[in-house]
């Protein structure tokens, strides 16, 4: 099942002094390098939302104005995934139509892509109704609102429920959504939040 990518790319780092989490590396490759990679399993179109480069036939946006939290970058990465053209002449920019589901992950998560590999999996075992997103649970029951998929559906008409997406809760946009958690694969759950965290993945990537 054909699923498109999200990637949300625009934080600050401030506990990081102001390092740009998408180029940070791990395991000599980047964090946008090391999600991106889930886009050839996922299959759909990818966009990222954020200041940096990115890859040819990746679509980069930002909210306007930056820094409205990850929120407003959902609402932005979705309208440049509708925005893009799929029958691009550039053959590398090529990209599928829009899919019924969508993958939002934040960029500071090193061991996304196997992560949403095993959601991408359970997702073909779903019923057809009665699900609006999948996710990991972390050992402290957290559920990862920002490394999960949803129905494209479903997540519009929660935004479209908001006042507006600028500093609003992840919580409070996708909190009511019928979820179906997956145990497999959340062994690969953690970002880099910190020096430390930074440390740890890098011992142990």
Do not use: C, F, N
Request: no cysteine; aromatic share 2%; charged share 20%.
């Amino acid at each position: 099942m054909t699923v498109d990518l999200l990637v949300l790319a625009g934080g600050r780092g401030e506990r990081l002094g102001g390092q740009d989490k998408a180029a940070i590396v791990v395991a000599g490759r980047t964090l946008l390098d090391r999600v991106l990679d889930a886009a050839q399993t996922l299959g759909g179109r990818t966009v990222v939302v954020g200041h940096g480069p990115v890859p040819a036939g990746v679509v980069r946006t930002l909210e306007d104005p930056p820094d409205g939290g990850p929120v407003a970058g959902i609402a932005a990465g979705l309208a440049a995934l509708d925005d893009a053209d799929p029958a691009s002449s550039d053959a590398a920019a090529a990209r599928p139509a829009a899919a019924d589901w969508v993958a939002v992950v934040a960029v500071d998560q090193p061991g996304a892509t196997p992560a949403l590999v095993a959601l991408h999996t359970a997702l073909g075992s779903l019923p057809t109704d009665g699900v609006d997103a999948l996710s990991h649970v972390d050992g402290t029951g957290h559920r990862q609102w920002l490394l999960a998929l949803y129905r494209r559906a479903a997540l519009d008409a929660a935004l479209a429920a908001l006042p507006q997406a600028r500093d609003v809760s992840v919580r409070r946009l996708v909190g009511p959504l019928r979820w179906h958690e997956v145990p497999s694969g959340a062994d690969h759950l953690g970002d880099i939040d910190t020096w430390g965290d930074l440390e740890r993945w890098q011992r142990d990537p």
